[in-house]
Structures are given as C-alpha cells and as structure tokens.
C-alpha cells in the first residue's frame, strides 16, 4: 500500500501524500505503477461515459486525463521529441532535451498526442460502456510500458529514472504482466481489452530504443513520452478491436 501511495503521489496529481518512506516503497516495487493505471484509467472513463455529446465526451476525456496526470509525463514527451528531432551529436541532442523552450519536434509530439487523444474520445463515447475496459485497458497498457523501459533501458544519469531502475528486474516485468491480465479481460468477450495491451507495449519499446541510441538512455522524461505514446497506441488498437469485434 505504501508503493501504491507512491505511485499515485509521483505520477497523478491525486492529493495523496507522499513521504519518504512512501517513496522508498514505490522506488522498491516499480510495479506499483500498474494499480495506479487501474485508477487513472477508472477516473478518465467518466466522461465519455456520461457526456451528452461525443464532442463533449472527446473534450471531457482529454481533459480528464490531464488533471488525473498533470503536465509532467506530456512534459517529458516535448522534451524527447525536441532532442530526437535533433541532427547532431549525443550532446547536442540532450541540450536540446533539457532547453526550457519547446522546439518544432515537441510541438508537433505534443500536438499530435492531443489530437489523437480527442479523436479516440470522440469514439469512445459512442461506444458506451465498452468505452470504460478499453480505456483502462489502455492506461494499464501505458504502466506496463513504464515498467518494459524501467528494465529493458539504460538510464542516462541519476533521477527519478534510475532511481526506478534500479530495482525494476525480469521478475518485475513478469509481476507487471500478471496484473495487466485483468485489464486484457475487461472487455470480454470483446477482444478489445487484450488487443490494446499489445501496440502499447510495442510503442513502449521503440520509445526505449530511439531514447537509447539517441539520447544515450532513459530518464523520467523517456518514462512520460513512453507513457503519452503507449497510451495513445493502445487507445487507438483497443477502438478498433471493438469496432471490428
């Protein structure tokens, strides 16, 4: 519970307090941030569910996974694409990262991962609720890439990156695994919910590997872009499972 509690205070902006003893058990079990995409994915499926229209349902959804989250994991994912849309050295490319200033390739990043969340809102409040599984579905798919790049990356330099890293192992990838299945059932017997899990996952790995060979590694700012764009991708794959299954 007290990782739970970690999890929730470092990455929502739920008014749950955060110590140090709650942050040295979320930096113990990094998996802990799989129970926080049950609760952020629960909260953000409100809106589409009760909006009276799908333009107010796609606003109402985009907006309330930006209050559930805050700014920071969009934030990360500004920072990343400006470094990536770099032509030069390593160096050149985290300076970038690191420049208070949005560039071209955090606006266009950015841009287009709101974009692409308002669309899918528009969808998933026709859905009904369906729109509930496959929006947790997805939110438990972006933890669960969180947790892919927290043992599969290289962290670049001590942070809230490495500090998750260091205890993030197979065995905590498996743990995560586990407790993605609930969310892979929840629409059943639409296959939706499952199907989602897989493009996150899948985008969670070549954010982990762009970051690698780019930027040299993984920091809090590759664990948020991860986030924005493993959500996106299983939001996306999970709508369309539904509408196809």
Same mark, same amino acid.
């Given at each position: 519970?007290?990782?739970?509690?970690?999890?929730?205070?470092?990455?929502?902006?739920l008014p749950v307090r955060v110590d140090e003893r709650t942050w040295a058990a979320f930096r113990r079990r990094p998996v802990a941030t799989m129970l926080?995409?049950?609760?952020?994915?629960?909260v953000a499926a409100v809106p589409p569910l009760y909006a009276p229209s799908a333009p107010l349902g796609a606003f109402g959804f985009v907006l309330?996974?930006?209050?559930?989250?805050?700014?920071?994991? @969009?934030? #990360? &994912?500004?920072?990343?694409?400006?470094a990536v849309a770099v032509h030069g050295t390593e160096s050149d490319r985290v300076? =970038? /990262?690191?420049?208070?200033?949005?560039? @071209?390739? #955090? &606006?266009?990043a950015g841009g287009l991962v709101v974009l692409g969340l308002?669309?899918?809102?528009?969808?998933?409040? =026709? /859905?009904?609720?369906?729109?509930?599984? @496959?929006?947790?579905?997805?939110?438990?798919?972006?933890?669960?890439?969180?947790v892919l790049v927290l043992v599969r990356g290289v962290p670049r330099h001590e942070g809230l990156g490495s500090a998750l890293a260091e205890h993030a192992s197979l065995g905590t990838l498996a743990l995560g695994t586990v407790l993605a299945l609930p969310a892979a059932a929840i629409t059943w017997p639409s296959p939706a919910g499952a199907v989602a899990l897989t493009p996150g996952l899948l985008a969670a790995v070549a954010v982990c590997r762009l970051s690698n060979s780019r930027i040299g590694g993984i920091s809090g700012d590759v664990l948020g872009a991860t986030n924005e764009v493993a959500r996106l991708a299983a939001l996306l794959a999970g709508v369309i499972a539904w509408t196809l299954w």
């Open positions: 519970m007290s990782a739970l509690r970690g999890a929730l205070g470092f990455l929502t902006t926080a995409g049950y609760v952020v994915g629960g309330a996974v930006y209050l559930m989250t805050g700014i920071n994991h @969009v934030d #990360g &994912l500004t920072d990343v694409a400006d300076a =970038a /990262m690191r420049d208070s200033h949005l560039g @071209v390739g #955090g &606006l266009l308002f669309a899918v809102g528009w969808e998933l409040t =026709a /859905m009904g609720r369906g729109a509930v599984g @496959v929006i947790v579905a997805a939110e438990v798919a972006a933890k669960l890439g969180m």
